[in-house]
């Protein structure tokens, strides 16, 4: 929020059948299609994120999208106790461009450091605007008003309420940069394990994802995409699908190929016939995996300079003990449980789009640049979708359904993709090489540090350029696609907290054979486990314990906290170190800005049958004010699980022909009875602020697991994932 600007307090907007899913209504169709349009005012009005209506319900609007992470419940136990109300009045609305403002994408760990304090302000400046009115109503100070549920008392029993100053009436108000932050020792529900109410309905089988919806003009959809990257349609055959019963239409543009039909199961017959009706024409792939590795090596862009320090050299050099290790991540994927899916029409010349995107700002202006017409003709309505954490097909999938409603307009298109079409058209993780050289003293601190890092873009998220949709690209008159996105993403996390004199940081941007974006923590996975992997390797040849390795190394006490808070809870000074047990920490604290994590791993190794299993993770996890400890908890187990299935079993794999990991059985993730005992415990610090939390295991977790794998077997491996097949049994 903005020190100065306008501001206004909204009152009886529309009904609150609107804010959140009926309970007569089990196709959710009124949650997501009777929300009437009424554009925020922009950033710096208080209504663009709290509105007050008759009835005396609370709405709290955010431009984050809920993800399962739980930053809907959050986000209300925020409004609720800032502004001093039961949380029962309290409903929220998210990611809609015709209700919400403009917060960009759900990412990075930001929805509560960035929508929270938005909210808390406007909240808090509501407040005190509302008990200024009841001051002058009441005729007594601020100082004598008691608030309650949006009921303030003043003197000599004198009472009104929120609902009764508003009296119907919009007010306009300068923010006076004097409305005080409730303090926390008041909290009635932040840092409480308020329920969320999503999973209520989950586990209740109730419509919840946008798949769930249903509209009564509603056709269905299937994309053929093309069978691998740059492929050209060469002919297709039209006449044996579209003979095909239900089938209303096939739609080509370019190499782009759709067909629609009256029910889903006929979409499907339709798709798979198409797949025999066309003939492309196929570029290889390259280069293969066996040369992947060496090819970003000498391919590789001018290196940037993240980092450097002319002594950086010297100081390892003259270290007594130096060590330089390379470790290596392959191309991982997010494996959503869920194919994409959105729904779309095309009314009037004006677009609707129901899509899971993390963003319906920038899902909303790439539309636009696609169909070439104003912003305000296109509206786009978050609903949730099969999770990803991080930019997988729901962007796309958007696009798609668009493109097809356009040549069908005047029904609602829903568009799912089948499973081959999300796991070998998402943008993968990227597969990365990491190169870390350091000097320790013969007192175990570190006096200089050097890495090297080679990766492909972590960040081509749809903004605003069509060519960032993938089916832009196939169009007959195609959009460009400008990679961009490099940076960043790729070197997060690289740089160590660890107090180190001389460091140097060079990045080697590398154009890749297969499709990346944004996956789970971005560059900031492999990173810390190449930099958590060194540093036990550093511990053993300087001969140290690797918790006081690190704790020497740090200065940071909130960080030495979480160490020393998970030496305790694990009991590592009494545990037995011998046997077919080892036992792996590491830490980090997530983009150096967000939240501390350690954790300890522990792997038992079967020496007759040449394998091992991860039986056990502990963390601790410590982001400032806890909003809700069973969302941190629950994201913080999510994250370490599935860490552990990238770190112990998953790669894309490729030949010259595309992506062979088509289905669950070609790419394999963590099955139910190969997930270890989990626990989590958190530091909270009520009296900070919230720090984001929800990517903070990625990294931690697979350094860890290597680690223990080292403490189990002997076997350093450096490259993921960690299989049976590369332990020196």
């Known amino acids: 929020m903005k020190t100065t600007g306008q501001f206004l307090i909204g009152f009886n907007l529309f009904p609150l059948l609107n804010c959140s899913p009926s309970e007569k209504d089990p196709s959710i169709l009124q949650a997501y299609s009777g929300i009437p349009e009424r554009p925020h005012g922009g950033r710096d009005l208080i209504d663009s994120w709290i509105r007050l209506d008759a009835e005396g319900h609370v709405t709290i609007l955010t431009g984050k999208k809920e993800l399962g992470q739980g930053i809907r419940t959050a986000l209300i136990q925020i409004a609720a106790d800032e502004l001093e109300v039961d949380i029962q009045r309290c409903h929220i609305i998210n990611g809609d461009t015709g209700q919400t403002a403009n917060e960009g994408y759900t ?68 923010i006076s940069g004097e409305a005080p932050i409730l303090d926390h020792k008041r909290h009635q529900y932040v840092g409480k394990p308020i329920p969320r109410a999503d999973i209520l309905e989950l586990v209740k089988g109730k419509a919840h994802f946008v798949h769930d919806l249903r509209f ?181 999938v958007s696009a798609e359904a668009a493109l097809i409603a356009k040549a069908f307009p005047g029904k609602t298109i829903r568009l799912q993709w089948m499973r081959e079409d999300e796991h070998q058209w998402e943008p993968y993780g990227s597969a990365m090489i990491m190169e870390l050289e350091a000097g320790v003293s013969k007192e175990g601190m570190i006096q200089a540090w050097d890495s090297k890092i080679w ?114 809870k694990v009991n590592w000074n009494a545990m037995g170190r011998s046997g077919n047990k080892g036992y792996g920490i590491a830490f980090a604290k997530y983009k150096n800005t967000a939240a501390y994590f350690a954790l300890m791993a522990e792997v038992e190794k079967d020496p007759e049958r040449k394998s091992f299993k991860l039986k056990r993770m502990v963390g601790v996890i410590e982001a400032g004010q806890c909003i809700n400890p069973d969302g941190i908890i629950n994201q913080t187990e999510g994250g370490m699980i599935q860490s552990a299935s990238w770190t112990l079993i998953e790669a894309v794999k490729y030949d010259e022909h595309g992506v062979l990991s088509k289905d669950w059985n070609s790419y394999s993730i963590l099955r139910t009875n190969d997930v270890p005992e989990v626990e989590v415990y958190v530091i909270n610090r009520p009296e900070l602020p919230p720090l984001g939390a929800g990517e903070a295991a990625q990294g931690p977790v697979a350094a860890a697991i290597a680690n223990a794998v080292f403490d189990c077997t002997g076997t350093r491996v450096r490259e993921l994932p960690i299989t049976a097949e590369k332990i020196n049994w």
């Open 107 to 174: 990412s990075g760990s930001n929805s509560i450091e960035g929508s929270g304090k938005a909210i808390r302000e406007a909240a808090a400046e509501a407040k005190l605007f509302l008990l200024q009115l009841a001051s002058a109503k009441l005729e007594c100070s601020l100082e004598d008003l008691n608030l309650s549920d949006g009921t303030i008392q003043g003197l000599r029993n004198k009472k009104t309420s929120y609902w009764e100053l508003l009296d119907g009436q919009y007010y306009e108000k300068t």
């Open 455 to 568: 990766s492909d873009s972590h960040s081509t998220r749809p903004r605003g350029d069509a060519g960032h949709f993938i089916s832009a690209r196939n169009l007959e008159n195609p959009f460009e696609f400008k990679k961009g996105g490099f940076s960043g993403g790729a070197y997060r996390n690289a740089i160590p907290l660890y107090d180190i004199p001389a460091l140097n940081l060079k990045l080697f941007n590398y154009d890749g054979p297969l499709r990346s974006s944004a996956l789970r923590g971005l560059g900031a996975y492999a990173n810390i486990f190449a930099l958590e992997s060194f540093m036990d390797e550093l511990a053993e040849a300087s001969d140290m314990d690797p918790f006081a390795f690190r704790i020497n190394n740090l200065k940071d006490e909130r960080a030495i906290a979480v160490l020393e808070e998970l030496k305790s």
């Open 216 to 396: 009564t003009d509603m056709v269905h959809a299937r994309v053929l995409h093309p069978p691998t990257y740059g492929a050209r349609l060469l002919s297709i055959d039209k006449a044996k699908v579209e003979a095909l019963p239900g089938v209303l239409g096939i739609f080509v543009d370019g190499s782009f190929i759709a067909v629609i039909a009256e029910r889903e199961f006929q979409a499907v017959k339709a798709w798979e016939k198409l797949k025999e009706a066309t003939v492309w024409e196929k570029p290889s792939i390259n280069p293969l995996p066996d040369r992947l590795f060496a090819d970003m090596r000498s391919k590789a862009q001018k290196p940037e300079i993240i980092e450097e320090n002319k002594n950086t050299t010297s100081q390892i050099n003259q270290s007594p003990f130096r060590l330089k290790s390379t470790y290596q991540r392959p191309y991982h994927m997010h494996g959503s449980a869920g194919p994409s899916c959105a729904l779309a029409k095309w009314e009037e010349e004006k677009l609707t789009v129901w899509s899971p995107t993390q963003g319906a700002y920038p899902l909303q202006s790439t539309l636009a640049d696609l169909f070439q017409v104003e912003l305000t003709n296109i509206r786009c309505i978050g609903v949730p979708g099969s999770g990803c954490y991080g930019h997988n097909g729901a962007d796309d």
